[in-house]
């Protein structure tokens, strides 16, 4: 079985700073994917990045970037210069042989103009 | 379309009476998932269809859900006799196969139940 925590159920930055959202997981398997979507109050799941398990180098995507650290099970995502367009609940998520995604519990953030 | 479609976006319904929530997934995407997301249970996966292979049921909660995929495309998942526990947000995804690809989501489907 897999497991996802995320400890920080809500974050607050600064417009233009930066924040990290921790995420840590569990799973006996080698081979696996890490995402982060993000859900604003619209509902709708945005993927924000992904991360092959396989892959040493860290995921980046514009001001999303991740820090993978397998041996610890650790898989944070820092948003740069953050936008009001930031704002949302964040979740990370594990996707392995069973083809089925395992969600931690989210992390609200709030982007202050 | 584009995305994912989900139909209705919002429902209200009586406890005891049957739903039937709608997803249309990318046209191309042999996969389709639904999930609950809920406030005790967070995001919760139920089903899978791949294909014409048998679904992945495991995660559905009791014998009072079901799903279907017809023709490989369109998917409803059918709620009787529904409880308030029941009340949650519906979302499916779809993806290009079963191997590890990103899931693209709808914006879900909004039960509640009284």
């Not at chain 2, 976006?9 to 406890?15: D, L, R, Y």
């Amino acid at each position: 079985a897999q497991t996802v925590t995320q400890s920080q159920p809500e974050m607050s930055v600064q417009e233009a700073e930066t924040v990290t959202l921790s995420c840590t997981y569990d799973t006996s398997e080698s081979d696996y994917y890490l995402f982060w979507y993000k859900q604003p109050p619209s509902r709708q799941m945005i993927l924000v990045i992904r991360q092959e398990a396989y892959k040493q180098q860290n995921a980046t995507e514009n001001r999303f970037s991740v820090n993978f650290q397998k041996a610890a099970k650790s898989f944070s995502l820092k948003i740069s210069d953050s936008q009001l367009g930031d704002a949302a609940m964040y979740f990370c998520a594990l996707l392995s042989n069973d083809y089925k995604l395992s969600f931690g519990a989210g992390t609200t953030v709030t982007v202050r103009a | 379309g584009a995305g994912v479609s989900q139909s209705p976006s919002n429902k209200v319904t009586e406890k005891g009476k049957d739903v039937e929530l709608r997803c249309d997934p990318i046209s191309g995407h042999t996969a389709l998932y639904w999930y609950r997301q809920s406030l005790g249970q967070g995001l919760e996966f139920l089903i899978y269809f791949q294909g014409n292979s048998a679904p992945d049921k495991s995660g559905l909660p009791s014998d009072r859900f079901s799903a279907e995929r017809t023709g490989g495309s369109v998917s409803t998942l059918t709620i009787q006799r529904t409880q308030q526990e029941d009340s949650a947000v519906y979302l499916c995804a779809s993806s290009p196969g079963l191997a590890k690809n990103i899931q693209y989501f709808g914006a879900g489907t909004r039960l509640s139940v009284l």
